[in-house]
């Protein structure tokens, strides 16, 4: 059963959410989606659920856990300065709007989703992946300059 677990997926994903988490319960329902596309906005959220599940769950009939030697080191440096840049910008923009922050705060959870995807050969988190970076920074993009 733990072969269908990704550990270190899981450890990337609650570092992720922890600076959205804080967020959320100091804001509350603060935010505010104008972006009114319901396809994309739908998809976004497909891809993004995805990914979560993905991240945290293996098929090994569908994927490798790395494909190379010292792929978890890999994974795990490039996921984890990935987290670390993320939590640092949450941290150094948490007062600010528009496009850098919004830029900067999509573009690095996809960088995160699709280099797992790519490093352990998972064609369903690839997928999702792509969809949810396409998606979550047109989203995030289109609400910074409304």
Do not use: D
């Not at 856990?65 to 670390?84: D, I, K, R, S």
């Not at 850098?100 to 995160?112: D, E, F, I, K, T």
């Not at 797992?116 to 949810?132: A, H, M």
């Amino acid at each position: 059963m733990l072969n269908y677990i990704n550990l270190s997926g899981i450890a990337v994903m609650v570092c992720m959410m922890i600076p959205n988490i804080v967020y959320s319960i100091k804001n509350g329902n603060a935010f505010v989606n104008v972006y009114s596309n319901k396809i994309v906005l739908l998809l976004e959220q497909i891809g993004r659920y995805g990914c979560f599940v993905f991240m945290i769950v293996r098929l090994p009939n569908l994927q490798k856990t790395v494909p190379f030697g010292h792929g978890e080191t890999a994974y795990l440096a490039v996921n984890g300065a990935l987290v670390l840049l993320y939590c640092f910008f949450w941290i150094v923009l948490r007062h600010k709007t528009g496009v850098p922050r919004a830029v900067v705060l999509s573009v690095l959870p996809s960088c995160v989703f699709i280099f797992s995807g790519i490093i352990e050969c998972s064609p369903p988190l690839i997928f999702f992946s792509v969809l949810f970076a396409f998606c979550h920074i047109r989203v995030s993009y289109k609400n910074a300059v409304s």
